[in-house]
Nanobody, 117 residues
Framework: QVQLAESGGGLVQAGGSLRLSCQAS????????MAWFRQAPGKEREFVAR????????YYADSVKGRFTISRDNAKNTVYLQMNSLKPEDTAVYYC??????????WGQGTLVTVSS
């Protein structure tokens, strides 16, 4: 019912910046919030940031707070993740998640971010 398309990943040097995008299609009118997760090589998927569709409330993992900024454009059904001061430990596949209910979520296929030292 909801499809997600991530983009913006790539290879950058430490200290550089990237902006990830995730555009939703389908039953976008039912979206309550969207979030970013990431999974580093050999590790489990972890929460990065979340934003609600009403009120624009944001939440961040401690590891990225102050460096990453999540935002959304409701008209475009798109969420962004501005990533500044990137570190090698930020290297991971970043996944977008759309929330329609606590037990009704959609995941994107992921986009790879590689940060070199």
């Amino acid at each position: 019912q909801v499809q997600l398309a991530e983009s913006g990943g790539g290879l950058v040097q430490a200290g550089g910046s990237l902006r990830l995008s995730c555009q939703a299609s389908g039953r976008t009118f039912s979206i309550l919030g969207m979030a970013w997760f990431r999974q580093a090589p050999g590790k489990e998927r972890e929460f990065v940031a979340r934003i609600t569709w009403s009120g624009s409330n944001t939440y961040y993992a401690d590891s990225v707070k102050g460096r990453f900024t999540i935002s959304r454009d409701n008209a475009k059904n798109t969420v962004y993740l501005q990533m500044n001061s990137l570190k090698p430990e930020d290297t991971a596949v970043y996944y977008c998640k759309a929330e329609r209910a606590s037990t009704l979520v959609t995941w994107g296929q992921g986009t790879l971010v590689t940060v070199s030292s």
